[in-house]
């Protein structure tokens, strides 16, 4: 169960309540004695672009309000939301803090100091990768380049988009489209693409360009609601991308639809630059468009994973959650297991068995249900191809193939080259390896390269197969002793791994281990993958998600899983689909929930009758017997389903730990020999094992640190910037000659 929840609480509400979303109405941190200030598009330490969105909040009604951004009187940018609210867009930032100051006639006053930093980043991702290659329309090296606006409309003939000229007569086929607030519109798209944090991005809405609007009126069809759309896969490309796409069929129901291309974990599998640029396209959108009831934020596979990811690593962002083909993180040890066992299988000439690992045989040992999953072949998703996130060499994989192949990694010719392994791709957040783990290679160039947690000391490959019956004992005793580990630059060693301490810690609190503590705070609809189990996308990832909110919070109420191999109607990745009209549901109650409870019950509170497990099979135990979860290398070696230790505590070698399996006591030597420090003890947690700690930066530190609270305004306690302070010298005679002046004219008068 998690512990010291109000502390969780208080740091992820009062983010919300400077998000701009249908959230902050659950907290107000505007409050306490005097006037208020505070910014609403993002957190005050946190602003990009040089405009925040400010809001101040006065005591009692007054008159006479002027705000300053420093020396500049910005009083004219602000408007009455009610007799003691008013907002604006304060603009002209200047890099670094800002004081922003605002008082009244009647003498209330308040300042806050808000940091801006630049459009293209960073905010708190730390240092940028590089090097960095932008599209060929940029204008400098940060990819910067003047925002564009095109048009499509919905074709009432063909039932798809195409090109809109908001200056002509509208298209005969013009379509209309009714949106979830009742209103009838010309099915007219603006698509607005920009760059931000050196990501191209694009903001699509319902818009046909002819009446024009302000952050204040807003785009008159919009509902104020928003989509993020997701890419798959998972890369660390040193490019600029393009983004996801953002015609989707939520357009016409009113909502607004945001991508990004570093969002897009094929693009970037940062998770720390992900939700940076996630929060800077957002804090955009809600200064130039409106206020922001809720954000769902939609994925497959690699989408899922920044989504799951970026939701409990970085609460506030996202509101709601629609995933399929699921990844809970991407730290799962099974590719690199995937990519040392398949090494191991294809090499006969390293058994010492009499019987030959046929693929029935790799597929027990591996724990999955009728093919090897480590095998590539006729598999689109393969995990020995995905394997090559972790090859530092692989210039496709960080695409500097087509940019600069000569700066990419090589042991022997370029030994300070660019390495494109994910890992040294996420260096600010795993730091870099200590002298005591480095290989020749490091110690030639006098640095380590970054901190990989993979680590499979005590590993018990095959175990649950052998238990079964379904290898024997030779089997499992020649692959545990010969299979080994892929070594730091994608090679094999003859002996285990063992991750270094610095990474595991950091991949854990940084929330690249996702362990579901902050994932209770957003209803979540997880659509695994219909036939999945021969690929990276297994379907036992949904259900680690359940089992790891499970044990960080004590129920998954707020998890739905939706799964079958005929997933019609149950759509995730458009706006008319099944998923997406019970999650607009549930976001809808919760937002009209006003009573001063923890978020996570109002959660569980709204979920609607449709927010249920379902399946598409005749029943239920049909269902979970064809579609329910199999297993996957570690749970074949005795790990749980929540899979999410990535070193395990050791326990001695016992022969009464095998049941009725029988050892020769030559290989009972060899296994002894394979595992001279014990094997995993998968009942205790793991080593380093942690929670997720939200909001972490890297700006000024390699690893991370909690962010904590966000800046409040302070008491305006200097005299009013238009009252010149009169120096005593000069004031006392005056005082003085008053005084007289006053005695004398009391004297006339009697």
């Given at each position: 169960m998690r512990l010291f929840v109000s502390a969780r609480l208080a740091i992820v509400l009062a983010l919300l309540a400077g998000s701009g979303s249908a959230s902050a109405a659950f907290a107000d941190p505007a409050t306490g004695p005097g006037m208020q200030l505070r910014t609403l598009s993002n957190r005050a330490d946190l602003i990009s672009g040089g405009d925040a969105l400010v809001e101040v909040a006065l005591t009692a009604p007054a008159t006479g309000l002027k705000v300053l951004a420093g020396a500049h009187d910005v009083t004219a940018a602000f408007r009455a939301v009610d007799p003691t609210h008013y907002r604006g867009v304060v603009d002209g930032l200047a890099a670094g803090p800002n004081v922003i100051t605002a008082q009244t006639a009647d003498g209330q006053g308040a300042q806050l100091t808000v940091t801006n930093h630049a459009i293209q980043g960073p905010v708190f991702s730390g240092p940028q990768v590089q090097p960095w290659y932008c599209l060929p329309d940029a204008l400098d090296a940060q990819c910067g380049r003047p925002v564009t606006y095109a048009y499509q409309y919905m074709s009432s003939v063909t039932g798809n988009f195409g090109a809109y000229d908001p200056s002509a007569a509208p298209p005969a086929d013009l379509a209309t489209t009714t949106t979830d607030q009742g209103k009838t519109v010309p099915y007219v798209v603006r698509v607005e693409s920009g760059d931000i944090d050196r990501s191209a991005y694009s903001i699509a809405v319902l818009y046909d360009g002819r009446e024009p609007f302000d952050r204040w009126t807003g785009p008159p069809a919009w509902n104020h609601k928003v989509v993020v759309t997701h890419g798959g896969g998972c890369g660390g490309m040193h490019t600029e991308g393009v983004t996801p796409p953002v015609l989707d069929a939520s357009l016409g129901r009113g909502f607004a639809v945001m991508s990004a291309a570093l969002e897009d974990s094929n693009q970037d599998c940062n998770l720390t630059v992900q939700a940076e640029s996630v929060m800077m396209t957002k804090e955009h959108l809600i200064e130039a468009y409106g206020d922001v009831r809720y954000v769902i934020g939609i994925g497959s596979s690699g989408g899922s994973l920044a989504a799951d990811q970026i939701a409990n690593a970085y609460p506030g962002l996202y509101d709601g959650l629609i995933v399929g083909a699921t990844f809970p993180d991407m730290m799962q040890p099974d590719l690199l297991d995937c990519l040392q066992l398949h090494r191991y299988f294809d090499s006969p000439q390293k058994w010492g068995i009499g019987v030959a690992w046929a693929e029935p045989f790799e597929a027990a040992a591996e724990d999955k249900q009728a093919t090897s999953v480590c095998r590539l072949e006729s598999l689109p998703f393969g995990p020995e191809d995905y394997s090559n996130m972790y090859n530092p060499s692989s210039a496709a994989w960080c695409n500097m193939d087509s940019h600069e192949p000569e700066r990419v990694y090589n042991a022997t010719t370029n030994p300070t080259g660019v390495r494109c392994a994910i890992q040294d791709y996420m260096v600010n957040v795993l730091g870099t390896r200590a002298p005591a783990y480095w290989g020749a290679v490091e110690k030639g160039i006098g640095k380590g390269f970054a901190n990989r947690p993979f680590d499979n000391v005590g590993v018990q490959?095959?175990?649950?197969?052998?238990?079964?019956?379904?290898?024997?004992?030779?089997?499992?005793?020649?692959?545990?002793?010969?299979?080994?580990?892929?070594?730091?630059?994608?090679?094999?060693?003859?002996?285990?791994?063992?991750?270094?301490?610095?990474?595991?810690?950091?991949?854990?609190?940084?929330?690249?281990?996702?362990?579901?503590?902050?994932?209770?705070?957003?209803?979540?609809?997880?659509?695994?993958?219909?036939?999945?189990?021969?690929?990276?996308?297994?379907?036992?990832?949904?259900?680690?998600?359940?089992?790891?909110?499970?044990?960080?919070?004590?129920?998954?109420?707020?998890?739905?899983?939706?799964?079958?191999?005929?997933?019609?109607?149950?759509?995730?990745?458009?706006?008319?689909?099944?998923?997406?009209?019970?999650?607009?549901?549930?976001?809808?109650?919760?937002?009209?929930?006003?009573?001063?409870?923890?978020?996570?019950?109002?959660?569980?509170?709204?979920?609607?009758?449709?927010?249920?497990?379902r399946c598409d099979l005749p029943d239920r135990a049909t269902c979970d017997a064809v579609m329910g979860p199999y297993g996957s290398v570690r749970m074949g070696a005795g790990d749980s389903p929540a899979s999410d230790i990535m070193k395990c505590q050791l326990k001695p070698l016992t022969r009464t730990d095998y049941g009725s399996v029988v050892f020769s006591d030559a290989d009972?030597?060899?296994?002894?020999?394979?595992?001279?420090?014990?094997?995993?003890?998968?009942?205790?947690?793991?080593?380093?094992?942690?929670?997720?700690?939200?909001?972490?930066?890297?700006?000024?530190?390699?690893?991370?640190?909690?962010?904590?609270?966000?800046?409040?305004?302070?008491?305006?306690?200097?005299?009013?910037?238009?009252?010149?302070?009169?120096?005593?010298?000069?004031?006392?005679?005056?005082?003085?000659a008053v005084v007289l002046l006053v005695g004398v004219r009391v004297r006339s008068a009697r």
């Open positions: 490959y095959g175990l649950k197969a052998l238990k079964a019956g379904t290898i024997t004992a030779a089997q499992f005793v020649d692959l545990n002793n010969k299979v080994g580990a892929p070594d730091i630059d994608f090679g094999s060693q003859a002996t285990r791994v063992e991750a270094e301490p610095a990474g595991l810690e950091r991949a854990y609190r940084s929330g690249m281990v996702n362990e579901a503590n902050n994932l209770d705070l957003v209803p979540i609809i997880d659509i695994p993958n219909p036939a999945d189990n021969y690929d990276i996308h297994d379907r036992w990832k949904s259900w680690s998600i359940r089992a790891r909110l499970d044990a960080a919070n004590g129920n998954h109420d707020n998890h739905v899983l939706w799964y079958g191999p005929d997933r019609s109607g149950m759509a995730f990745n458009v706006g008319d689909g099944n998923a997406f009209t019970v999650m607009d549901q549930w976001l809808t109650t919760m937002e009209h929930d006003k009573r001063d409870l923890p978020l996570e019950q109002k959660v569980r509170d709204a979920k609607p009758a449709g927010a249920h497990d009972w030597a060899s296994l002894q020999a394979a595992f001279p420090s014990g094997v995993c003890d998968w009942s205790k947690p793991g080593i380093g094992q942690q929670q997720t700690v939200a909001w972490q930066t890297y700006e000024n530190r390699t690893g991370g640190v909690a962010m904590g609270a966000p800046p409040t305004s302070e008491p305006l306690t200097d005299p009013p910037a238009d009252v010149p302070e009169v120096p005593f010298a000069i004031l006392l005679p005056l005082v003085v």
